[in-house]
């Protein structure tokens, strides 16, 4: 079982990518996590998009950033894995590729994140450490992360 990864802009992306990504997010970060929020923020056209791929269905996804869009570092978000695929483990593979998309594309190793706070021991085994105090972003307990 393995995800086939791709990253591009979005003016690359298919109008059924584009579909299949919002769905992901929309499915997870408002249905599932009960968060009432508009999801399209203006900032999909300024991201690089890496979507991950099984069976012909997006099951992974994260935007990348470069530095000064999100924060003053480059910056990872949206990250998603399908609810149905969580016990494969993908997402320290969305990670993984997530942080090797930022140095190919921006040329960096500095990110910086707002984790969702029950995800903290997530992101520090992927190097990251936490930056801030707790902080509520639509009603969901964050911390400011960063990765050097």
């Not at 079982?1 to 298919?14: H, N, Q």
């Not at 690089?48 to 269905?57: A, N, Q, T, V, W």
């Not at 935007?63 to 695929?85: K, T």
Request: net charge negative; with cysteine; aromatic share 12%.
């Amino acid at each position: 079982m393995e995800i086939k990864w791709k990253i591009k802009p979005f003016e690359a992306l298919t109008a059924h990518e584009v579909y299949d990504l919002l769905k992901l997010r929309s499915e997870i970060f408002v249905v599932e996590q009960n968060c009432v929020y508009l999801d399209p923020d203006g900032k999909d056209k300024l991201a690089l998009h890496l979507i991950g791929e099984y069976d012909g269905k997006v099951v992974a996804y994260s935007r990348l950033f470069d530095a000064g869009i999100s924060f003053d570092y480059a910056s990872i978000g949206r990250v998603v894995v399908d609810a149905n695929y969580r016990d494969k483990k993908w997402g320290h593979d969305l990670m993984r590729e997530a942080i090797a998309g930022i140095k190919v594309n921006f040329g960096t190793d500095k990110i910086t994140i707002g984790a969702q706070l029950y995800l903290k021991k997530f992101y520090e085994s992927h190097g990251f450490v936490p930056t801030s105090e707790m902080y509520l972003e639509d009603d969901i307990p964050h911390i400011e992360m960063q990765r050097t």
